[in-house]
């Protein structure tokens, strides 16, 4: 049984910093791609960032703020996240596929964890 579980989230002040952590068990990642998605209330999942083992791929939103990255060895992927503003606030999810092509898509991630909340208070 593969598991998501992720950890990091909480609240900070706006122009703040927070990293987020997701470790994957039951299966390794290792030539497939792991990333972020993140969701508000009343709006739907979205994109945030994602790497496989050629490349990273980022949202326009958060491009230049946030950076994720990933252990191979340790089966886990991260998410800093730099100037964070209150339109970040979400919770967010880490995804996890056997592919190795990094999609923006929800539906291109086979694995999910239950999700962490960052609050970015104004």
């Known amino acids: 049984q593969v598991q998501l579980v992720e950890s990091g989230g909480g609240l900070v002040q706006a122009g703040g910093s927070l990293r987020l952590s997701c470790v994957a068990s039951?299966?390794?990642?290792?030539?497939?791609?792991m990333g972020w998605f993140r969701q508000a209330p009343g709006n739907e999942r979205e994109f945030v960032a994602a790497?496989?083992?050629?490349?990273?791929l980022y949202s326009d939103s958060v491009k230049g703020r946030f950076a994720v990255s990933r252990d191979i060895a340790k089966n886990m992927v991260y998410l800093q996240m730099n100037i964070l503003k209150p339109e970040d606030t979400a919770v967010y999810y880490c995804?996890?596929?056997?592919?190795?092509?990094?999609?923006?898509?929800?539906?291109?991630?086979?694995?999910w964890g239950q999700g962490t909340q960052v609050t970015v208070s104004s």
């Open positions: 995804a996890a596929d056997q592919s190795s092509s990094p999609s923006m898509s929800p539906i291109s991630y086979e694995y």
């Open positions: 039951g299966r390794t990642f290792s030539s497939g791609t």
């Open positions: 790497i496989s083992w050629s490349r990273a």
